[in-house]
């Protein structure tokens, strides 16, 4: 896998991927775009949403939405990495069990998001769920 952040000017950076995609980083705190530390809290929940909804799907769970809600705590000195990252899982369907949520979310965090398993040597990663049922 490959990527390049290419210098805009000022404090901009555009990001592309091996695929070609590409992202506007802001160094600014996110002024413009997002910032690269921002960018990390919405990789995780991206890529943790992912196993989330799979693995729901999987067990023929009727998902109708899924968000998850990511606060990210930084320590106080510099560099300012991140100490606590909490992600809120919200999963909206029909008849959701809550047992199969609580096992996705968990195989998640524990075995399957890539960016949750990296980040965990040194970022303390907690998360909780809640489900709407639609009637």
């Known amino acids: ?9 000022e404090e901009l950076f ?3 991927s091996a695929s070609g995609h590409t992202m506007v980083l802001d160094a600014n705190g ?10 990390v809290l919405i990789s995780l929940g991206g890529c943790s949403s992912v196993d989330v909804v799979s693995i729901l799907q999987k067990t023929r769970q009727q998902v109708d939405e899924c968000y998850v809600e990511i606060t990210g705590t930084r ?27 609580e096992r996705a979310v968990s195989l ?6 890539s960016v949750a398993l990296m980040l965990a040597e040194k970022v303390n990663i907690t998360h909780d769920f809640e489900i709407r049922n639609k009637d």
């Open 1 to 9: 896998m490959k990527a390049q952040v290419k210098w805009l000017g």
């Open 14 to 16: 555009l990001g592309t």
């Open 30 to 39: 996110g002024n413009l775009a997002p910032s690269p530390l921002e960018n």
């Open 75 to 101: 320590v106080d000195s510099v560099p300012k990495l991140f100490k606590d990252i909490h992600l809120h899982f919200v999963v909206t369907g029909k008849d959701i069990a809550e047992k199969h949520v």
């Open 108 to 113: 998640s965090a524990d075995k399957y998001c």
